[in-house]
């Protein structure tokens, strides 16, 4: 990495000590990811501390009957690891959603570099604290007894927010997404997720075209899946 700036446009790596901006920007390099390409596999040692320049990247695991389930899809800044110790083994699978490129280090420099910068060591905690706060608002929507509707309305009104784009017809999804995506993200079976996707748009919730989303009324959406009540 030839560019020290580079690391000022990422909020985790920003403002930090003038000795850990000069080691992390030599130590560090730019890696270009094509769609579908994995960035990292679960059950393996942690090698590489990843954060998303350019696309976005999702984290997901591999269910016992071999489906897949989507937890995270995360966008520019964001730390892509689901561990950075490599005490430990990756958890979770990585993959890029689109062609897109990741900054990445050494997990033994980017360790040093926590040891003598408390404040990346702070930044990189509370990365990792807000991971396991969606996981439990995710619970909530997955427990019980709410509507796969609503749950995917919850998933799509939060993506709508992270990576939605003002349209004439409301908030474009800013993601590639096939219904095996939505399938994937519900963690439910294709023709289920079809059906309810079906549904979304019957109501006037979601439009769908050449695999883009768009929300025309976030609100609205707000209150079908925290109520159930389509109006």
Not at 49 to 72: A, D, P, W
Not at 110 to 135: G, H, N, V, Y
Request: some cysteine.
């Amino acid at each position: 990495m030839q560019n020290r700036e580079i690391l000022e446009t990422v909020p985790l790596l920003r403002e930090l000590e003038e000795s850990t901006r000069e080691y992390l920007a030599r130590q560090g390099r730019i890696r270009l990811c094509g769609r579908g390409q994995l960035i990292y596999r679960a059950k393996e040692p942690v090698e590489r501390v990843c954060f998303q320049l350019e696309g976005k990247s999702m984290l997901y695991s591999v269910t016992h009957s071999g489906n897949r389930k989507i937890i995270f899809i995360l966008g520019f800044g964001e730390l892509l690891n689901d561990h950075v110790l490599n005490e430990h083994e990756t958890s979770l699978f990585c993959e890029a959603v689109e062609v897109g490129q990741v900054l990445e280090f050494p997990v033994s420099v980017f360790t040093e570099a926590m040891k003598k910068d408390f404040l990346l060591t702070r930044r990189i905690l509370a990365a990792q604290e807000r991971k396991i706060w969606r996981l439990g608002h995710q619970l909530k929507n997955t427990m019980g007894s709410i509507y796969l509707e609503r749950k995917l309305a919850a998933k799509l009104w939060k993506l709508s927010r992270d990576f939605g784009v003002p349209g004439k017809r409301g908030l474009e999804i800013d993601i590639h997404m096939t219904v095996t995506f939505l399938a994937d993200l519900l963690g439910a079976p294709r023709e289920t997720t079809s059906r309810v996707c079906k549904t979304l748009a019957e109501h006037g919730l979601i439009r769908m075209e050449k695999k883009r989303i768009c929300i025309p009324d976030r609100e609205r959406m707000a209150r079908f899946y925290k109520t159930g009540r389509y109006e």
